[in-house]
């Protein structure tokens, strides 16, 4: 009989904030897999989730989707990663792939789920503490109260008119992947009369360059860092 | 020394979607709390944590926070609770509060939190998993892809313009408070265009009338509905 597929995620980069679920699944998964876009560059979800699996007679397995720009480079990656893991499950074996915070929040295992699902497998999702309800308990700000709305955008060339329209409409917004764009969110917040205090950055929280704090235009920032904006 | 206030997201119904910290604390806390509109009702939350908890020699304690139409009744019945918080605290207990989903999406508790913090008193925030992550695992949908934004909008008079907004702007929406308003978000969805099939209905996950589909116009749905809505 096959195994099944398991996309599990792990949170925030905190053991503690692993779920009950994600680690009784892990503890008896044959394979713990996780996505690499180079070989051997490691992952920042299966060091969360070592220290508190039992590892014991556990195969851990790296499955390569490369990010080059050439489509059929990255095409051909997938389909040799999925080809692989499939002959895995083929010989019976349950897998559980980790991903950092929540498996719906930008990860690469909801386009390996569908292909394996259509390819007839099994598969089973266990969602996980996405960074930015972290980064806000971290701040000690709520994300939203009362009837407010949350617009979620990540700063891309192709979002500056999503992330405007979102200071205009929405009471909180928070931008993602924001590392190096705090001086042009500080400038799209003047732009439209926020208060810059009405800003929190939330960077590389439990890493090296941790910041909590009120926009500093003068600070370089860690790769993980979100801005949270409360208009209210 | 006076206690400690925590308080704890235990996402979204599932007793194994609890974190390892969420369940630590709440073992080792002295009194588990958690907040009800009116006496006795008792607490989703609460029934959560319930079978994964040490429970021996544990104190369990309901605050009422009143919805009451009238401010004057609201402030004081909050007041008073408030009041018999900070007196736990002062005797040295350390109080675990506890919450339905992420405790940054419209919890009761940032409210309580904000005022026992002015009173001196030390407090804590865990994360959960909100309500939304889980209902798109459910749902097998990943809630936003490489760079796509996420509006997260409320069903309420006042968010009409800001669901219209997102509609239009947003790859991703999630309307939340749904159970009432299927066929309002249907019309909205038509005058612009984006078939009804974009959207998901996530009803009442793990409870009775649970429903996870596309939008039926002819059924009624429970309390905790959410709509996931995917334009590409």
Do not use: W
């Not at 044959?30 to 014991?56: L, T, W």
């Not at 979620?152 to 009471?171: C, M, T, W």
């Not at 926020?194 to 929190?200: E, Q």
Request: aromatic share 6%.
């Amino acid at each position: 009989m096959a195994g099944k597929l398991y996309g599990i995620g792990v949170g925030p980069g905190d053991s503690g904030l692993v779920t009950l679920k994600a680690r009784r699944i892990l503890d008896r998964c044959d394979i713990i897999a996780y996505p690499v876009k180079v070989p051997g560059e490691g992952s920042v979800a299966f060091d969360i989730v070592r220290p508190i699996v039992d590892m014991e007679g556990k195969r851990i397995e790296e499955f390569v989707f490369s990010m080059d720009p050439d489509d059929s480079v990255r095409m051909n990656c997938r389909s040799k990663a999925i080809d692989r893991m499939c002959a895995l499950l083929d010989q019976g074996n349950d897998i559980a792939m980790v991903t950092l915070g929540d498996v719906g929040v930008y990860s690469t295992y909801m386009y390996i789920d569908q292909e394996i699902r259509e390819r007839g497998y099994e598969t089973d999702i266990v969602p996980g503490i996405p960074s930015f309800c972290h980064g806000a308990s971290v701040a000690g700000l709520p994300l939203m109260i009362g009837n407010e709305g949350l617009a979620i955008v990540p700063v891309a060339k192709e979002n500056s008119q999503l992330l405007g329209n979102s200071l205009d409409n929405f009471d909180n917004i928070v931008v993602m992947k924001a590392f190096k764009s705090i001086p042009m969110i500080a400038k799209m917040m003047d732009e439209r009369g926020i208060d810059r205090s009405k800003a929190t950055v939330i960077s590389n929280v439990g890493m090296p360059g941790e910041y909590v704090g009120p926009m500093d235009l003068t600070r370089e920032y860690g790769y993980f860092t979100t801005v949270l904006i409360k208009k209210r």
